[in-house]
């Protein structure tokens, strides 16, 4: 009966030592050779077509290439991928990657090499961003000896950028705006008349939006109205108090026109159309020529007005 150590089956090895030396001949030398320099070539079949990486003979016909080197890439197209979330020693990148098949612009073929898609976190899943058409384009090593490892890896194309973005700027909104500002800033609440409907419009702006006429007889309006209709907001604004928060278009008590702002005083998911609310004003010394003197618009303890009262508002 054969002992423990021979029923084992051996390690077998087969090295060269020194490696393994044999001439590529001029397609795929001329191919390493560009490897080397930084560059991608194809090479054109008989038929036409660009294979990349080249080879000597049409894998479609068996004939031999012509012999005419094309340049391709370094952009390619993502034909298929395959996540690798944890790199073994002997892979290329030592953080999660994708093997994927490339196929350069100008070429007709694909080759198989690393997708580096910029994942660091061993382990982790593919980014949503990686995909099958998606454009990448070769990273290069610095020291190439004229090898496939010359890349590195192909990189995802630069499609997006976040840019720091300030605008700042001055609003002169003409004599009926300024006016509206000059009665926000006294505390009063200022609209215009229609001489023909005899709409009143707030806030004011010179003319009526449904006759088309100048307006100048002026209105003053109680800081009192019914919210026609609201939107729940979840993300932050330096205005409102917490969130998430109600912008609504209030319908001020002897109005024909709705305004903006902020509901608060009860929370998003109690706000409700045909709701009464007031003004609730900043104190007098933050006062200025702006709308923002009124901070929001907060409950009246008084009942609803019925949808069919302001259902033409909305």
């Known amino acids: 009966m054969p002992s423990e150590a021979t029923s084992q089956a051996p390690n077998h090895i087969l090295e060269f030592p020194g490696g ?15 490897l080397r320099d930084g560059n991608l070539v194809g090479v054109r ?3 036409g077509r660009v294979l990349f990486p080249p080879l000597e003979y ?4 068996g004939d031999a290439v012509t012999g005419e080197f ?3 890439g370094p952009v390619g197209t993502v034909t298929t991928w395959s996540w690798v979330a944890h790199p073994r020693a002997e892979h290329p990148l030592d953080r999660p990657f994708a093997w994927a098949l490339i196929r350069p612009d100008g070429a007709d073929t694909a080759i198989l090499h690393a997708l580096d898609a910029g994942v660091l976190e061993p382990g982790a899943a593919a ?6 058409g998606m ?7 610095d020291d190439r000896v004229g090898d496939i490892n010359d890349i590195a890896a192909f990189r995802p194309e630069v499609t997006m950028i976040t840019a720091p ?3 700042a700027y001055r609003l002169k909104g003409g004599r009926a705006l300024d006016r509206f500002l000059e009665g926000i800033s006294e505390g009063r609440i200022i609209g215009h008349r229609c001489p023909v409907c005899e709409q009143v419009i707030v806030p004011m702006k010179g003319l009526c939006p449904r006759d088309g006429v100048p307006t100048s007889e002026e209105v003053e309006l109680p800081h009192t109205g019914t919210v026609t209709t609201f939107a729940v907001n979840n993300l932050p604004d330096p205005r409102a108090p917490e969130v998430p928060f109600v912008s ?13 702002t902020l509901v608060a005083g009860i929370p998003a998911d109690q706000v409700r159309m045909g709701m009464r609310v007031k003004a609730a004003w900043k104190p007098r010394e933050e006062w200025g020529r702006t709308m923002a003197n009124i901070r929001w618009f907060e409950p009246l303890d008084e009942p609803d007005v019925p949808f069919d009262a302001i259902k033409d508002y909305l």
Do not use: C, N
């Open 20 to 34: 393994y030396t044999r001439s590529v001949g001029p397609v795929i030398g001329r191919f390493l050779s560009e």
């Open 45 to 47: 079949t008989r038929a």
């Open 58 to 61: 049409d894998p479609d016909t």
């Open 70 to 72: 094309v340049p391709v």
């Open 127 to 132: 980014p949503k961003h990686l995909r099958t």
């Open 135 to 141: 454009r990448v384009r070769a990273q290069w090593k």
């Open 165 to 167: 973005t300030r605008l």
């Open 248 to 260: 609504a278009y209030i319908l001020l008590d002897g109005a024909d026109l709705t305004m903006l």
